[in-house]
């Protein structure tokens, strides 16, 4: 299995709701990563997990709160978000603890739109 | 000092002809180079990679250059086809962190 696979693809949700997106991988990976893109812009990183523990915020909003309840599995639980959060989410993971040796590889995503 | 500067934003050339996007950076920490290549409504997909202690490296298509010293790195992409047109992300690996450039949209005229 070389993929990574985020659940859902799709979700609308209002500003008063709770949800999670999901993200899983069996490559071994031991890093994972929440990523947030806005339309024609570049991925802009959220949150970097290594051995399961959080090692980057990037100074996110306490609405978006990530959890890694295993090394194959990586959730953001969603809060009170605003329609400007509307984005593609996408997680990723890599293959050590360092990006530097192979990259990521990117899940497909889920578009978030809240409104 | 952690940005990455991309050039062009948008890029139209025609089938055949050859695409080359520009990056710079300003940090030493950063030694490792992926290139992401997006299409419409899908993930990035890394294409290409180059590592600070080699200067060029090329897959069919593609190549990639890197000059550490003056700390830019390049994409060329020859005999272009339709099938390229799409997004093409520069980025730089340091530790853990993944930064990107902002981008260059391509498109492949027929």
């Known amino acids: 299995d070389t993929e990574v696979t985020q659940t859902p693809k799709h979700l609308v949700m209002g500003m008063t709701n709770k949800k999670s997106l999901k993200c899983e991988q069996h490559?071994?990976?031991?890093?994972m990563y929440w990523y947030k893109q806005k339309a024609k812009k570049p991925p802009e990183l959220m949150f970097v997990?290594?051995?399961?523990?959080?090692?980057i915020n990037e100074s996110v909003p306490s609405r978006f709160s990530p959890e890694c309840p295993n090394s194959s599995l990586l959730n953001l639980h969603l809060h009170a978000l605003q329609p400007e959060d509307s984005a593609l989410y996408l997680c990723?993971?890599?293959?050590?603890?360092?990006?530097?040796?192979?990259?990521?590889?990117f899940g497909s995503g889920t578009r978030l739109t809240v409104v | 000092g952690e940005n990455v500067e991309q050039h062009p934003s948008t890029l139209s050339v025609q089938e055949g002809d050859s695409a080359v996007i520009k990056c710079t950076y300003s940090d030493s920490a950063s030694n490792y180079f992926p290139w992401y290549k997006q299409e419409l409504g899908k993930r990035p997909q890394l294409i290409i990679d180059i590592r600070s202690n080699v200067g060029e490296k090329k897959d069919q298509r593609i190549a990639v250059t890197l000059n550490k010293t003056a700390k830019h790195f390049s994409l060329h992409i020859t005999e272009t086809q339709p099938e390229d047109s799409a997004v093409y992300f520069c980025?730089?690996?340091?530790?853990?962190?993944?930064?990107f450039g902002g981008g260059t949209r391509v498109l492949v005229k027929p």
């Open positions: 980025t730089k690996a340091a530790g853990n962190k993944l930064t």
């Open positions: 490559m071994g990976h031991r890093a």
């Open positions: 997990y290594s051995y399961e523990k959080l090692s």
């Open positions: 990723a993971s890599s293959q050590v603890t360092t990006a530097e040796d192979y990259g990521y590889t």
